[in-house]
């Protein structure tokens, strides 16, 4: 069964900083892999998703991700972040044929002014 | 501790039909949702609640709807499914455990509408 971590609970960085969220995740084959947000009062948003192909995902609001199969990772990237980002971030594997969820614990992200 | 439960698991309808999804939680969590989730998409959210006697529209909220009227149950309806109404729909919660925030879901309701 797949299974997927998140190493950081909260992270604060200031606005226009860079951000880099961890995943990892444990699979089998080769997964399917999402990032999703979470605003106050808001469900699941998705970022962006890895299927196959090029293993830099880009996604909506400005974030990208990286597929880096030899470390098990999908770590979630933005250059510049803006307090609207403010958020929590979750991380997702699901089997070969997108289907079986498993999320990751969620890592808060405040953004200072 | 039950967590999350969704009924029915698997549920096959004519178009035209109506039916009601019931998701319940024990946990006592304010915040409830449903998704649908079909290949290559992820999950898309269908409508939440933030608490009892509150329903809000989400993503893909057309020809669906929601109530609330007990903390503990968040129902979803179809009032006459469609086609592509099929898919597979999750209901979740989010509440404290262990130290933080976290996501509960349900296990899931495959839906076929022929």
């Known amino acids: 069964a797949q299974s997927v971590t998140q190493p950081d609970i909260h992270i604060t960085v200031s606005e226009g900083a860079s951000l880099e969220l961890r995943c990892n995740y444990s699979?089998?084959?080769?997964?399917?892999l999402f990032w999703y947000v979470q605003s106050p009062g808001q469900g699941l948003q998705l970022l962006l998703k890895?299927?196959?192909?090029?293993?830099l995902v880009q996604g909506i609001k400005g974030f990208e991700a990286e597929f880096k199969r030899s470390q098990s990772s999908f770590n979630l990237r933005k250059p510049s972040v803006h307090w609207s980002d403010a958020a929590e971030y979750f991380c997702?594997?699901?089997?070969?044929?997108?289907?079986?969820?498993?999320f990751g614990p969620g890592t808060r992200l405040s953004v200072l002014p | 501790n039950a967590g999350v439960t969704q009924t029915p698991k698997f549920r096959v309808l004519k178009t035209g039909q109506s039916m009601t999804l019931l998701c319940a939680q024990d946990?006592?969590?304010?915040?409830m949702y449903w998704y649908r989730q079909d290949p290559g998409m992820g999950l898309r959210l269908i409508h939440y609640?933030?608490?009892?006697?509150?329903?809000a529209k989400g993503e893909v909220p057309d020809g669906y709807n929601v109530s609330r009227l007990k903390k503990q149950n968040f129902l979803l309806g179809l009032e006459s499914a469609a086609p592509s109404q099929t898919s597979v729909y999750f209901c979740?919660?989010?509440?404290?455990?262990?130290?933080?925030?976290?996501?509960?879901f349900g296990s899931g309701t495959q839906l076929s509408v022929l």
């Open positions: 979740a919660s989010r509440g404290w455990s262990t130290g933080r925030e976290k996501l509960f």
């Open positions: 699979y089998g084959a080769t997964p399917y």
């Open positions: 890895y299927f196959s192909g090029d293993t």
């Open positions: 997702a594997v699901a089997d070969n044929y997108g289907q079986n969820f498993v």
């Open positions: 946990m006592n969590h304010e915040y």
């Open positions: 609640s933030v608490g009892e006697g509150t329903t």
